[in-house]
């Protein structure tokens, strides 16, 4: 071992055995979901029971949100030029920063802010949140995770809470999140919890750290960015030029899950 | 709808709706697994039965390879200068190509080949596999999907063919494979199937596109890529010279998954 | 030196010395214009007489076309999102591909193409000219650097051939496509050479590899990208929808350069 | 106009007719260099007497510092996975952070820090050098733009000055570098201004945006980029193990620049 020998605790790689974190990858195969495997990639440990339902969750809520997001475009503008798939899909990674995609990184960090509040002072939650929420009206800070330029009432929002409470995973972050939901309410602002601000309530939950936030919404929504690159590939001519807003969605008319769930 | 008015059939966004395919994504939400919602996006259509425990085990099978892959080493120096995590991910997403991450895609090439030999003139799989073969040997082209750098015997690619045994996905892909190992074995060489062969065997079994052979490498691979980055960060200093072999694996010792598992 | 001691010969690092292809970069700072150190860099020699002014016109000439190609937009829409300006960059270089950018390179292969016809067979550029154009003709291939979106008369074109007579680069290259613009004419077609087939001619004058083509442009653009990133960012909002095409310039009137140029 | 109609005041493009900042394309070409016209696309005017001498200095000096950068080592990191020259130097620019390539932007911030105690208290430069520094090694923070790994005295740093004093570029920026070598060495430290430092101080005399310096490393590191991207190409099988350091110059003997100057 000389001097630039360095040390790595992810994958340990030797003839006919790969270890991901201690535990042979073939074993873990056919055991353990993608989305188990990204938090033992990540975390170091398997999820705990209930947590895996609750990843595949958060990963679904976030996988696509139509044409119109900046990386969309980006990544449909890359391959409408001849860029392979996976320049486009570079591309498209880098629109997601501060005003795409960060929200649940900022409001990861209103949540330990508004925790710290409590877990020092002895506050309720409630008051914790209220004084936050003013400290940020004063300084003219927006608060992450609330509110969206679409949805009034975003259903995912809800779907996460319910399934959290369900699968025993809500903790502080999810309590938290909604007591600031009530402050404003209280502060006379009816402000929706967006998805952002759910998957950041979760995260915290999960002992995410919030160098992650990101990676987190990134990783669910790579598969997306490709859709939309393959779709661009084989339905557009090249070099188009791509509106940002006007188009119209033709693919399959609404339809119901429930009869699908019972043959998957 | 103007003359730049163009379409998309991924999802649709309403008001308080999200619909991804047809489906409501809040509905699709704790019944489905990422790892469908990947089929899901990609195809248009839910999996098959049986096919979302096959969609877990090969994301998980490629989720990452240890510090010398290439992609690996990009993403580490890149966040080694400073790069945000989007940037460090988009300098390794860019280095898989051809020669790297792109077995899939050419062993697709090969089994779609041999397919079209044994759909069209009715001989045998081993009949075209040996044909294909001997073509390839002749004009000295490599057969993608065999061998490894590493393993003789891949573990990752024994478990998936299991599993697609078990699962009733296996069907012509995998079955020409086998008749190209079995070929190969006819002519002295004893190459294994490597894990990029197993899966681009099940690709095609899975009736998914070759243009989203890489794309289904680049998935599986961004939370490993993630996961380097972030050790990058948080275990070593800024712009060092990175080894592009010599380290050492310290993380948790080799562990068993069975006593895990009952927890999950 | 071991096994993975590895060669490079472009630039010598020694302590307080930097040498490049040789020279000491401090002797040629003050001697060279950047144009010429790009040529050392790439072609290993000092460019001959002449050619210093030919590639200083070839880069200034594709320096920027304004708002509407896509690697400006998908630089403008990554850093839209708050991408630092080397993300953007990115974003907008790996938009310049086939159908963006790599007109030099298809240029420069019909025009390697004819000289061999030409060189080969002992036939005249004239007929040589003529087979090629009836041979795409008839495969309805498209012949890259004639003709233009915007341009009938491309005024960089007439002023990349007046520079090259006058300063004694013009050569085969330039020859050659003059003599596919008159079949073209001969044909019916008054297709203009463009900006781009003109460099390609003028490429292949200076015995730049065809590899090469497409990174000339893309080292012409960059600063073009930066001014569009920079104005993006100190102009506009951040997370607006940027118009592919629905904007209006609103710089410096038209001005003359001679009295400037008095100054410089 | 509509309201989505947004504007830009780089180029101009009509039929036939393109104009940079009011200027024809086609006028500035054969009249001035391409750092002219970088410097005329970035700040919309162009540069006054003896500066575009300045400016091709500065981005001679720049073009390529060997082949263990981190930016260099990215982007042949991609191109050996056979990456196209485009994504390859994305790779590479994606690779130009903070600790690499920065040390321009944040020499500009403390020279700006300088001068305004310079020129709102009316103290010395040589009191203004001192203090800033004082506060500095109070705080632990390390002054950028002095100091360097290899070079006690960078050749580059002299050139960059003489050649300032001629031209009668310098100006506060160089004066104010020069107070603050002189308070290091008061301070009874021989730190050398490096590259970076004399390209931050003549940038800040040449009144170009801070927001612009990382930007101006870039636009010259890209051709260095490319040579070593083509050199990787053209000499190095696929996949080798890059040596982050391990590796020998063999390309020309070092050579006398004044011979050759006479025929360019």
Redesign the interface.
């Known amino acids: 071992?000389?001097e630039?020998?360095?040390?790595?605790?992810?994958?340990?790689?030797n003839?006919?055995?790969?270890?991901?974190?201690?535990?042979?990858?073939?074993?873990?195969?056919?055991?353990?979901?993608?989305?188990?495997?990204?938090f033992l990639?990540?975390k170091?440990e398997?999820?705990?029971?209930g947590v895996?339902?609750m990843?595949?969750?958060m990963?679904?809520?976030s996988?696509?949100?139509?044409?119109?997001p900046?990386?969309t475009?980006?990544a449909r503008?890359?391959v409408?030029?001849?860029?392979?798939?996976?320049?486009?899909?570079?591309?498209g990674?880098?629109?997601?920063?501060?005003?795409?995609?960060?929200a649940i990184h900022d409001c990861m960090g209103v949540l330990e802010e508004c925790l710290r509040l409590f877990n020092e002072t002895g506050v309720s939650m409630d008051i914790a949140a209220r004084e936050l929420l003013a400290d940020y009206q004063n300084k003219k800070k927006r608060v992450a995770g609330f509110g969206h330029r679409?949805?009034?009432?975003?259903?995912?929002t809800?779907?996460?809470f319910s399934?959290a409470e369900e699968l025993g995973v809500a903790d502080e972050g999810v309590a938290m999140i909604k007591a600031l939901r009530k402050a404003f309410l209280d502060s006379g602002k009816n402000l929706p919890i967006n998805v952002d601000g759910a998957i950041a309530a979760l995260l915290i939950d999960l002992q995410m750290?919030r160098?992650?936030a990101?990676?987190f919404f990134?990783?669910?929504r790579?598969?997306?960015l490709?859709?939309?690159?393959?779709?661009e590939?084989?339905?557009?001519s090249?070099?188009?030029?791509?509106?940002?807003?006007?188009?119209?969605?033709?693919?399959?008319?609404?339809?119901d899950?429930t009869q699908?769930?019972r043959?998957?």
Request: hydrophobic share 40%.
């Open positions: 071992m000389n630039t020998t360095w040390k790595t605790a992810i994958t340990e790689i003839p006919n055995e790969v270890r991901l974190r201690g535990y042979r990858i073939d074993e873990l195969m056919g055991e353990i979901t993608f989305a188990q495997s990204i990639a990540l170091g398997l999820p705990p029971a895996a339902k990843l595949d969750a990963l679904v809520s996988i696509d949100h139509g044409a119109t900046p990386s475009i980006a503008t890359a409408s030029t001849g860029a392979p798939l996976n320049a486009a899909l570079a591309a990674v880098l629109s997601i920063n501060r005003y795409h995609g960060a679409i949805h009034t009432s975003d259903p995912r809800a779907k996460l399934l750290p160098e992650l990101n990676a990134i990783m669910a790579v598969p997306g490709v859709a939309h690159i393959y779709e590939q084989t339905r557009e090249p070099m188009r030029r791509i509106h940002p807003s006007d188009h119209v969605y033709d693919g399959p008319d609404p339809r899950l699908m769930i043959q998957l």
